[in-house]
């Protein structure tokens, strides 16, 4: 039997996570957190590490915002081939999102216009909301509260498809050299290699859904995830950016086919507080 999704289960599902969101750390960054604590030998960077532990814990138990940026809200509802969706299932979005951002005293940071009216829209609207289809069946709600800073050290870059593997690997670690300091790190990194401009954005953010320590199904792809990690914390960057062996804690990558002329590269950093979940609907 056909599975029908309505708006208004996207809206409550929605109205459900951003609480949690907001006031508590993925178990998967948490440990990930602890976990290099634990091998960490710089003494700086391991007291930063026990600091973001220690931030997580006040907040979930005090019920307070992890960090003062509270985000803008994105949403993507993914849809299997079981999944009929009806009218604007999206509709409730935006509702949703003021109703938790207000009754939680979460920071609004959205304004109305880029460009021409850059004043606050005061319920931290508009979200961000898109449908995915998906070979998989059932539906699932996405959601991540994506601060500002860790989205504006992220890039798209057009390789030339010469630049290969390698370009790849040098773009990535470049972007992390300029931008990782301003990103809170240590870093969840999503990564898009392939489809067109205004795809590969998605690519690299979708990548950031997936739990640290889960690798990509696909070999060659999991190996390309290790190598880029490996090169990401050469830097030395650390905790904090004050030095140390974990600039991120994974990089996560999905790659996609494109035109033979293009090689598309985005970079999409997620900062320590990497406030994203997956909701089965």
Same mark, same amino acid.
């Given at each position: 039997m056909e599975r029908i999704v309505t708006k208004e289960e996207v809206a409550a599902t929605l109205r459900r996570a951003l609480p ?11 440990? !990930?957190?602890? /976990? /290099?604590? !634990? ?5 700086? /960077? ?116 010469? !630049? ?6 040098? !773009? ?16 969840l990194i999503g990564v898009g290699v392939g489809a067109t401009f205004d795809k590969v954005a998605g690519l690299a953010k979708m ?17 390309f995830e290790s190598e880029l990690l490996a090169a990401v914390n050469a830097t030395g960057i650390g905790a904090a950016a004050l ?39």
């Amino acid at each position: 039997m056909e599975r029908i999704v309505t708006k208004e289960e996207v809206a409550a599902t929605l109205r459900r996570a951003l609480p949690q969101l907001a006031f508590e750390l993925p178990d998967d960054i948490r440990l !990930a957190l602890e /976990a /290099a604590r !634990a091998r960490e030998e710089s003494p700086r /960077a391991s007291e930063a590490l026990r600091l973001l532990v220690e931030n997580a814990r006040i907040a979930g138990e005090d019920r307070v915002a992890i960090c003062q940026d509270t985000g803008s809200v994105w949403v993507c509802l993914e849809i299997g081939p079981d999944v009929a969706v009806t009218g604007d299932v999206l509709d409730g979005v935006n509702a949703a999102v003021a109703e938790a951002y207000t009754a939680c005293n979460l920071r609004k940071s959205l304004v109305r216009n880029a460009v021409f009216d850059r004043t606050n829209t005061a319920d931290n609207t508009p979200a961000f909301a898109e449908i995915h289809t998906s070979a998989q069946p059932g539906a699932r709600l996405h959601v991540m509260c994506k601060g500002g800073g860790s989205d504006n050290a992220s890039r798209v870059v057009m390789l030339a498809p010469s !630049a290969g593997r390698e370009g790849v690997v040098d !773009a990535v670690v470049a972007c992390v050299r300029e931008k990782a300091a301003n990103a809170c790190p240590p870093l969840l990194i999503g990564v898009g290699v392939g489809a067109t401009f205004d795809k590969v954005a998605g690519l690299a953010k979708m990548a950031l859904m997936r739990p640290v320590g889960s690798p990509a199904p696909d070999e060659r792809t999991a190996a390309f995830e290790s190598e880029l990690l490996a090169a990401v914390n050469a830097t030395g960057i650390g905790a904090a950016a004050l030095g140390g062996a974990t600039t991120a804690l994974a990089v996560h990558v999905n790659t996609a086919p494109c035109h033979i002329a293009a090689l598309p590269l985005a970079i999409n950093m997620g900062c320590s507080a990497m406030r994203r979940g997956t909701y089965e609907l």
